[in-house]
């Protein structure tokens, strides 16, 4: 029987949005720091095992925007809403780039 692997669009998108809740939740930033970056590291690994070391960096480098842009955003269309939609465009890249081939 095969393993069933977690898309790596829902490891990234749930890594901004559980990042988020995190440091939210618990107003600990830096433990909101640790499961974004955990979620992160994974989703490359996955990134990288599926598309290949171009695609893996591209999707880091879109991950890492997509966490300095929420900030930003944030200030025009409130914190949840922010994040909530760079994660979206995140996991979407993350799904076109990676898990569609599947």
Do not use: C
């Not at 994974?42 to 890492?64: C, D, H, I, P, T």
């Not at 944030?74 to 914190?79: I, M, N």
Request: no cysteine; hydrophobic share 55%.
């Amino acid at each position: 029987m095969a393993k069933a692997r977690v898309p790596a669009a829902v490891i990234a998108a749930g890594g901004l949005v559980g990042g988020y809740a995190t440091a939210r939740f618990t107003k600990k930033r830096p433990l909101g720091g640790v499961v974004l970056a955990a979620a992160g590291g994974v989703a490359a690994k996955e990134w990288q095992r599926r598309a290949g070391g171009k695609a893996a960096a591209a999707l880091s480098g879109a991950y890492v925007a997509a966490f300095a842009g929420s900030h930003p955003l944030a200030k025009k269309v409130g914190a949840w809403p922010a994040v909530l939609g760079v994660a979206s465009v995140v996991g979407l890249a993350s799904w076109a780039v990676a898990d569609r081939r599947r």
